[in-house]
């Protein structure tokens, strides 16, 4: 199988074509580096210069797709040059193949090239001096370095500058990278808990909506009809109101429009006596001691609010047990309703409610835990939540815990449409 080789630049081509018609120029106008009598010509005859020209010229072609081939050839075609009239054509040209295989050669020539060239610049100082004794002979050191070592180390200097601005453009676009990814982490976050909290805010009151009007619609009886309406009214309004205030908050960009304060454990008998005024047999056995971070109170009360509001779409006629301690370190929470075949209306579940308080449970790093139990009174569904009291500052970590969590989550939620409390 033939290798193809690689195809010259176009710039290389250019300047090949331009030595070699430089050196014609030259010759033909009888320009050369050193009269025809010197001694050290040793190749004599008018066409002698041109076979070191043509050579250089075709090492020119290869001078950035073989860089240290053309800089090899080029050295024997200069050696060849030094015994004829010579062509300060092809003296050009060598001084731009060594800047060459400088600036495009593999690091490991890039490197050693100006080390040879300035030994060689060296030597043919001092080992010219040490013979002859005379002044002159220095010159042939100072010719060697103009020729080789000056063009090496300006290709070295250049390659560090372009090695430098390459490093520092992959930097920028890794920085802009990871900040293009951060802001989708944020968004993606922000997102969730706009979900979450959306979800926490108006899906009890449909929830407890959805029942009510099950129950007036299937049931003949003016009285029935006349409280669920009433208790459907309720819950409207007081969803619409939360609705309007979330809207508002997200819209008005100016400082006009103040939070809503979050809601805090202090308003978990409120929050009771609406599950009861929706239908719910609900004890509340709450015992916990100094004020806890907001951010743990408020997991908590969505996490009490998003079980009744399972209870209310799903749990069997019975009591539910709504409890909460503080030990060393930790808020524990329990929410237990009667589980099993419900006769009455239900509500039909999307699993959004355990993901919401498997991610409300992992950002803060506690532990969560719901499914159906046994209990003395009959089968219960439990949900069970360990919070932290100690909250720490966020970090990008949190965030993959929060996802790794919605995944799990889900493939349980997804088991939990099928009946479970969702």
Known sequence: MAVRLPRPHRFDVCVALGGLLGGLLLWGLGIGTRPADEPIVLWDGRWAVLVPLAVMAGCEVLRRTSPRTALLVATVALTADTVTQGSIATLLMFTDIVYAAVLYGPPASARRIPWITGLLSLAGSIVPFAVWRVPKALLIGVVIGAVAFGPAATGWIVRNHRDAAEAARLRAEQTALLAEMDRAQAI???????????????????????????????????????????????????????????????????????????????????????????GLDVKLDAEHGERLPAPVELAAYRIVQESLTNALKHACPGRVTVTLRQTDGALAIAVTSPYGDRDGPSAPGSGAGLVGMRER????????????????????????VSLPTTVAAPTPASTSTSASASASASASASASDEGDPA
Do not use: K, Y
């Not at 929830?207 to 309720?234: C, F, K, M, N, W």
């Open 188 to 278: 993606a976050s922000e997102r969730a808990r706009m979900a979450r909290e959306l979800h926490d805010m108006v899906a009890n009151h449909l929830s407890a909506i959805a029942i009510h009007s099950t129950a007036a619609l299937s049931l003949d009886d003016p009285d029935t009809s006349r409280q669920a309406l009433g208790v459907i009214r309720e819950n409207s309004v007081e969803g619409l109101a939360e609705m309007r205030r979330l809207i508002g908050i997200l819209r008005d960009s100016s400082d006009d429009t103040e939070p809503a304060p979050a809601p805090t454990l202090d308003g978990l008998g409120a929050l009771v006596g609406g599950a009861r005024t929706n």
């Open 361 to 384: 449970t992992a950002l803060l790093g506690g532990t969560f835990e719901s499914g159906p139990e046994s209990s003395a009174s009959g089968g219960i569904w439990a949900v069970r």
